[in-house]
Nanobody, 122 residues
Framework: QVQLVESGGGLVQAGGSLRLSCAAS????????LGWFRQAPGKERELVAA????????YYADSVKGRFTISRDNAKNTVYLQMNSLKPEDTAVYYC???????????????WGQGTQVTVSS
């Protein structure tokens, strides 16, 4: 019912920036929140940031506060993750996800994108 497509990943030097985009289509009116997750090799999937379509609720993981910014463009049904001051430990596959009700955990999300690789070199 909802399709999510990420883009914008790539390879950057430490201290650099990337902006990830997630385009949503389908029955987006059934979702209330969007989240960005990441999963690094050997680690569990982690919620990086989340936002409601209204923009009234925003969450950031402690590890990215002050460096990452989540935003959305409702007219385009697109959510963004601006990543600044990137560190090697930010290296992971980043996933966009949509939740019917909004959630801070992966099991609370109903729709997932395919993921995009972000690699930060030393």
């Amino acid at each position: 019912q909802v399709q999510l497509v990420e883009s914008g990943g790539g390879l950057v030097q430490a201290g650099g920036s990337l902006r990830l985009s997630c385009a949503a289509s389908g029955r987006t009116f059934n979702t209330h929140g969007l989240g960005w997750f990441r999963q690094a090799p050997g680690k569990e999937r982690e919620l990086v940031a989340a936002i409601s379509w209204s923009g009234g609720r925003i969450y950031y993981a402690d590890s990215v506060k002050g460096r990452f910014t989540i935003s959305r463009d409702n007219a385009k049904n697109t959510v963004y993750l601006q990543m600044n001051s990137l560190k090697p430990e930010d290296t992971a596959v980043y996933y966009c996800a949509a939740s019917r009700y909004g959630s801070y955990i992966a099991t609370g999300y109903d729709y997932w994108g395919q993921g995009t690789q972000v690699t930060v070199s030393s």
